[in-house]
């Protein structure tokens, strides 16, 4: 069975950490949320608050070598917070180096840029942090949704049928050997 990461802290998105995590299971994937808050997180929604999500495994105690891959959700704090975190870079690296999949929605790909693996990459997000990611070398792309060797990026919540789609497809085909940082 394979088994999947959602790195995520209080502000995510909530949609774009439920729709990803009920699409992975409804295709047999276990599929656990990291984070480096235990217990549980807090999601966002319509501008407010909303419900909390129990975390499965802190960041402390988990390794890319555990994981299948890793879906990044966004909102505007949360990878504000993930990206200040050396934990959470050295987490996401980890899965670019193992030739892992990793997905990322709308302001996630602000924890990527930290990271330093958006270099020569074709991806897409939000649009307000288009400019960010083509300062870091990425090449932005206005779609739903965005593959490079299995890297999948989508820009927001209404993408989430076309996100969910080619990560479990992503997914299922394993490890890209031209997935690269």
């Not at 949320?33 to 975390?55: F, L, M, R």
Request: aromatic content about 8%; hydrophobic content about 40%; overall charge negative.
């Amino acid at each position: 069975m394979k088994r999947i990461a959602i790195l995520a802290t209080n502000g995510f998105e909530e949609s774009e950490l439920k729709s990803p995590k009920e699409a992975m299971e409804n295709a047999g994937f276990q599929v656990d949320i990291v984070s480096p808050e235990n217990e549980e997180i807090k999601g966002w929604a319509n501008g407010n608050w909303s419900d909390t999500y129990k975390v499965d495994k802190t960041l402390n105690d988990v390794k890319a070598e555990d994981y299948n891959a890793l879906v990044l959700p966004g909102g505007v704090i949360n990878p504000d917070k993930l990206r200040r975190n050396d934990e959470a870079l050295l987490f996401v690296r980890d899965f670019f180096k193992m030739k892992k999949p990793v997905a990322a929605i709308c302001h996630a790909p602000q924890i990527l840029i930290s990271a330093d693996v958006v270099k020569g990459r074709k991806m897409t997000s939000f649009s307000s942090i288009k400019d960010d990611l083509v300062n870091a070398g990425a090449k932005w792309i206005d779609q739903e949704v965005v593959v490079d060797e299995g890297f999948v990026t989508s820009r927001n919540p209404n993408d989430l049928p076309a996100f969910n789609s080619k990560l479990i497809e992503e997914i299922k085909e394993g490890k890209h050997e031209e997935q690269h940082a």
